[in-house]
């Protein structure tokens, strides 16, 4: 498409915006099936249309050529909402090409009104939109997932105090770098925040211990002794242990325990405080 023809759609698509607008809007309505109210609907249908012919009236013959900038950030931000919103790609994409059929529609394929040639070139330059709405819909939902699941590590990776300066953390599911990443992370800080000696890894809720989860649980117990707390693993069941010496995993000089609660146990006591059972009160 060359700047003329451009022109001359942009004069096309001013003349008869309302009605094309309308039905542009009522396209994509039938499309969303009343997920947008009308008037949220319509603002953004209005909005990408100025957009549309004021990219035209510049002379622009494709997405990212001069005079588009204000095109591009309508249609990114189009995209960005609906992919937080739970809209698919193709719900995202069919509101950017309906525009086609809404001229088609308005101009009854005259001849008189908009040659061929100059509406496969504004069918061209909208697939172009389309296809940049949709990588921008994509990164957006890209972008989305990536936070979801930083924010799903830290909440599933809680550190707790248990007693004065005992903190303890729960692990439950699979250990993988990223997650034990974030454990060591949140553990160093909360060891900073309380100024605890003491910590515990509970691994009760961790399905099997293989090389790599171990490897990492080291390092954790290694990063926190560095900062002068003493660690202590807690939760190893027997299946666990057996996995452990088969694979000849080597804790070292590292505690470990076979409950949370022995391990909550030795670190009192060496931290100076005594535990005792109270006896059961006999029933007169």
């Known amino acids: 498409m060359h700047a003329s023809g ?5 004069s096309l698509l001013s003349e008869r915006q309302d009605e094309i607008v309308a039905s542009w809007t009522e396209t994509v309505r039938e499309t ?3 997920r947008l109210t009308k008037a949220e609907l319509s603002r953004q249908t209005e909005e990408l249309y100025a957009a549309i012919l004021s990219a035209l009236e510049s002379g622009a013959t494709s997405i990212g050529s001069p005079g588009t900038a204000g095109l591009t950030a309508s249609l990114t931000e189009l995209s960005h909402a609906r992919a937080r919103s739970g809209f698919s790609v193709t719900e995202t ?4 090409f309906a525009v086609k059929d809404a001229l088609r529609a308005t101009t009854g394929d005259s001849e008189e009104v908009i040659s061929k040639a100059d509406f496969a070139d504004f069918s061209a330059f909208v697939d172009s939109l389309g296809l940049h709405t949709a990588e921008a ?18 909440l599933s990776t809680p550190v707790v105090k248990l007693w004065d300066g005992i903190v303890g ?3 439950i599911g699979t250990l993988d770098s990223a997650r034990s990443q974030v454990v060591m992370e949140r553990l160093l800080q909360a060891l900073v925040d ?5 910590a515990i890894l509970d691994i009760t809720g961790v399905p099997a211990v293989d090389t790599q989860v171990a490897q990492h649980l080291l390092k954790t117990v290694v990063a926190a002794q560095l900062m002068g707390a003493q660690c ?3 939760g190893i069941r027997p299946q666990i242990a057996q996995t452990i010496v088969s694979l000849g995993i080597e804790f070292g000089d590292i505690v470990t325990k076979a409950t949370l609660a022995d391990a909550l ?9 005594e535990v005792s059972r109270r006896a059961a009160r006999s029933v007169l």
């Open 232 to 234: 202590v693993i807690s």
């Open 194 to 198: 309380t100024n605890s000696p003491y």
């Open 169 to 171: 953390v729960p692990i």
């Open 93 to 96: 994409a069919v509101s950017i």
């Open 6 to 10: 451009a022109k001359r759609l942009a």
């Open 32 to 34: 969303l099936r009343g």
């Open 265 to 273: 146990q030795y670190l009192m006591r060496q931290s100076g405080t």
């Open 137 to 154: 819909y994509v990164a957006a939902r890209d972008a989305l997932i990536t936070e979801q699941s930083e924010q799903l590590l830290e």
